[in-house]
């Protein structure tokens, strides 16, 4: 174990053509073509993507806005978790996507927005993405929920989760692997791991009751190492993106350091008070923002709009 402090920054994707995205709705059990707004749900995802980036700065989380554009049309270009990662020793990893639309989503000059605006430092890129001619995929900190505190990264196996490349993924950056099996609460396997298992410093959330009884135990230790407090989920929390969660981390004057544990309004009203009052303890903040377009025809929440950006080790 060695210390280690959440995220202080983000990269958000403003979307241009969001919408319900038919290549990813066959693995992603979360997508709903229902529940339309009223106005055009590109112009109401927006609107929801403004909120929670006024929402972030104003807890001092630095915020890096990029716009999307079209043509081409990338209805989920709103999730850049997905395709890029950025890491406190100065790599950057690009990942293999299952849907041959997301691959659009992947731009350089988003890193070098990130460098410029956050003062990220690029030491390294790791290109993952030849595995798509393989159909062999790893979509980011959506396949991979990381604990950067004791450099082990969870991973559960799905169509768009391949033990190999996660394999890979660890080798090239230091960490343990805890590779397991899961089921959602429809019986699926998950389509990415981080709409059931969120990890913070001091706590996690996870869907205990779907990991697969030969792998729950190891899990469970794992999260629970080194005193962290393990905040069980059920079916319903789950369902409403309450696995889906990220901490990061701001900076007050007066406080000095302080976490955020961020979600959607969405997932907190799944929430019972017990179970908050446990995050709460476990954060120093909770922020939790309605982004209810989004979650219905995209089928991600909060945690996967956001992609951390760390403090690069000198």
């Known amino acids: 174990m060695h210390p280690s402090t959440p995220a202080p920054a983000v990269l958000m ?5 969001f919408g319900f995205n038919p290549e990813t709705a066959a693995s992603n059990r979360f997508q709903r073509d ?9 112009t109401a995802a927006r609107a929801e993507f403004d909120l929670l980036a006024t929402a972030l700065r104003s807890e001092g989380i630095a915020t890096c806005v990029v716009e999307d554009c079209c043509p081409p049309a990338r209805p989920d270009a709103v999730f850049p978790n997905n395709w890029i990662s950025f890491h406190d020793d100065g790599s950057v990893v690009l990942y293999p996507m299952q849907a041959a639309n997301r691959r659009l989503e992947r731009r350089t000059d988003v890193v070098t927005r ?36 004791a450099r082990r990264a969870f991973a559960c196996r799905s169509s768009r989760t391949d033990g190999g490349v996660a394999a890979e993924w660890a080798r090239e950056l230091g960490y343990e692997l805890v590779l397991f099996d899961a089921c959602a609460p429809d019986g699926t396997p998950p389509y990415h791991t ?14 205990a009751e779907g990991i697969a009884p030969a792998d729950r135990a190891h899990v469970l230790a794992a999260l629970g190492e080194g005193g962290r407090e393990i905040i069980e989920l059920d079916a319903q929390a789950i369902a409403n993106f309450a696995g889906n969660m990220l901490e990061l981390g701001t ?16 997932a907190r009203a799944a929430l019972a008070g017990p179970t908050v009052a446990r995050m709460r303890a476990g954060v120093d903040e909770v922020l939790a923002v309605p982004v209810p377009t989004i979650e219905t025809l995209g089928g991600g929440g909060v945690r996967c709009m956001l992609a951390e950006v760390p403090v690069v080790r000198s």
Do not use: K
């Not at 900076?251 to 969405?266: K, N, P, T």
């Open 13 to 17: 994707v403003r979307p241009a053509a």
């Open 34 to 42: 229902v529940g339309v707004p009223a106005i055009d749900p590109a």
């Open 114 to 149: 990130v460098t410029a605006q956050l003062g990220f430092r690029l030491r390294r890129l790791v290109d993952l993405t030849h595995h798509e001619r393989r159909e062999r995929f790893l979509e980011g900190t959506g396949s991979l929920v990381i604990d950067h505190r």
């Open 194 to 207: 981080n709409v059931v298992l969120w990890i913070a410093n001091r706590c996690a959330g996870v869907y």
């Open 251 to 266: 900076w007050d004057e007066a406080l000095g350091a302080a976490s955020v544990l961020v979600m959607s309004a969405r």
